[in-house]
């Protein structure tokens, strides 16, 4: 079984400053990570995602995450942020022989000018 | 047009109803997935089906049920609603060939 822990449930952070979203899971087997985006009344969109290789993954809208495999975590990170960035972004892990998502609750991002 | 869509977007019922939430997918996935979100409680997994012959049970499925009617559609029905099954429920689809899963919109459904 897989769990996934996203230690804040609201991140407030000022426009242009860093911001960092912690994800920390667990599971008994190799693990496939994933960090996904959902804007207001919107669906979810991937973001990025860690399947093997390189510990740091990046992707869409300037994010990156880092695969860290003692700490079981996979933080997410973007150096400055935009007040479009404003939405609830969702940690997930998939178990390599499994292909379904465990979901951690969320993080709301909340910029301000 | 989108690849994965849901219909309806809004809904409201009443308990005790039977409703159906339909999803269709042009991307030619043979995966597809039923999810629910609550607030504070991000999304979990219902129903899901590998193909058109399997369907399995996730985290949630009791008051639920699915149908793969082809390979492009999976429905989700309610069979006698309850207010407690308000939420967002999303439907997803994946290839076997590729780790990522892609969501509709959403429906919004409203049991009172």
């Known amino acids: 079984a897989q769990s996934v822990t996203q230690l804040d449930s609201q991140v407030p952070v000022f426009e242009e400053a860093p911001v960092e979203l912690r994800c920390n899971y667990s599971?008994?087997?190799?693990?496939?990570l994933f960090w996904y985006v959902q804007y207001p009344n919107q669906g979810l969109q991937l973001l990025l995602k860690?399947?093997?290789?390189?510990?740091l993954v990046k992707g869409i809208n300037g994010f990156e995450a880092e695969f860290n495999k003692s700490q079981t975590s996979f933080h997410l990170r973007k150096p400055s942020v935009h007040i479009s960035d404003t939405a609830e972004y969702f940690c997930?892990?998939?178990?390599?022989?499994?292909?379904?998502?465990?979901f951690g609750k969320g993080t709301m991002l909340l910029v301000s000018p | 047009d989108a690849d994965v869509t849901q219909t309806p977007r809004n809904r409201i019922t009443k308990t005790g109803k039977r409703i159906m939430l339909e999803c269709s997918q042009t991307?030619?996935?043979?995966?597809m997935y039923w999810y629910r979100q609550d607030p504070g409680l991000g999304l979990r997994l219902i129903y899901y089906?590998?193909?058109?012959?399997?369907?399995n049970k996730g985290e949630i499925s009791d008051g639920y049920s699915v149908s793969r009617q082809a390979q492009a559609k999976f429905s989700l029905s309610l069979e006698s609603a309850i207010p407690n099954q308000t939420a967002l429920y999303f439907c997803?689809?994946?290839?076997?060939?590729?780790?990522?899963?892609?969501f509709g919109p959403g429906t919004r459904l409203l049991v009172l």
């Open positions: 997803a689809t994946s290839d076997f060939s590729e780790e990522t899963q892609y």
């Open positions: 089906s590998f193909d058109v012959k399997d369907i």
């Open positions: 991307k030619g996935h043979d995966r």
């Open positions: 860690y399947l093997s290789g390189s510990t």
């Open positions: 997930a892990v998939s178990g390599r022989a499994y292909s379904t998502l465990t």
């Open positions: 599971s008994s087997v190799s693990v496939y």
